[in-house]
């Protein structure tokens, strides 16, 4: 199972063995890629599904009170019509209850290891500005580099409130980040960053002060899956700060 829908609780047969089963199968492909050191789309997709089943636990009265009941009689105080809800609708709480009981546990802990083992890798990056950075540091370049490799990607970046639609843009894991891939170039003794830095103002005379920055990894992470979110998550605490 390669992902797992928003609405797995109540898609399809809701049966507890079954749902089981779905839920285990999407924490085993989520496990095989926190091995592999990829941790997006899957990580911010796990805490949403874990967020979702908190939710619905603080709002199950809700959904129960909102199943057809049968009326059983008058109140003759008040002149309202009781009711009773179906027998059906109690066993499906009930299942429900079950699963979810059961997919919270599961999800948390997944979450947490993931979130451990991003926070560990995160901390050992180096985030370095290339050369003097503006007052206005919500827009720029942004370097990612291994330090083993010769090469380094390059990146726009923006920084905006959230909720702002951008167009053309790719969300990097990441509330107000977006970035745009420019290109890949290979380091030689007369490349330096600065260099790199001034060639992109020249052939981007519309942004002539960016703000930019290298961040570099001494291991090899997964560029799209881990680097890219991680790096952009550091840029954006300092556009912000």
Do not use: C
Not at 94 to 100: G, K
Not at 114 to 123: H, I, K, N, R
Not at 198 to 221: C, D, F, G, H
């Amino acid at each position: 199972m390669k992902k797992l829908q928003k609405d797995w609780l109540t898609q399809g047969l809701i049966d507890f063995e079954y749902k089981k089963f779905v839920v285990l199968a999407y924490l085993q492909h989520v496990q095989r890629h926190f091995s592999d050191k990829k941790f997006y789309p899957d990580l911010p997709e796990l805490r949403e599904h874990y967020e979702s089943g908190l939710r619905f636990q603080n709002h199950k009265g809700k959904l129960s009170a909102s199943f057809p009941k049968d009326a059983t009689g008058i109140n003759p105080e008040s002149l309202t019509v009781r009711y009773q809800p179906r027998q059906e609708d109690d066993e499906l709480m009930t299942e429900i209850d079950s699963i979810i009981n059961f997919a919270l546990p599961q999800f948390g802990q997944m979450l947490t290891k993931g979130q451990q083992m991003v926070e560990e890798l995160e901390a050992a990056l180096t985030l370095t500005p290339i050369g003097m950075l503006p007052l206005r540091r919500n827009e720029g370049y942004l370097f990612l580099h291994w330090t083993s490799h010769a090469q380094t990607h390059i990146y726009y970046f923006t920084v905006s409130w959230p909720g702002l639609a951008l167009p053309g843009l790719t969300l990097s894991q990441s509330q107000t980040i977006r970035t745009r891939y420019i290109d890949s170039v290979r380091k030689g003794i007369g490349t330096t960053y600065e260099t790199l830095k001034l060639e992109l103002i020249r052939q981007r005379p519309y942004l002539p002060n960016p703000a930019t920055y290298m961040v570099e990894s001494k291991r090899r992470l997964p560029l799209e899956e881990t680097l890219l979110p991680m790096a952009g998550r550091l840029v954006e605490r300092q556009a912000l700060a």
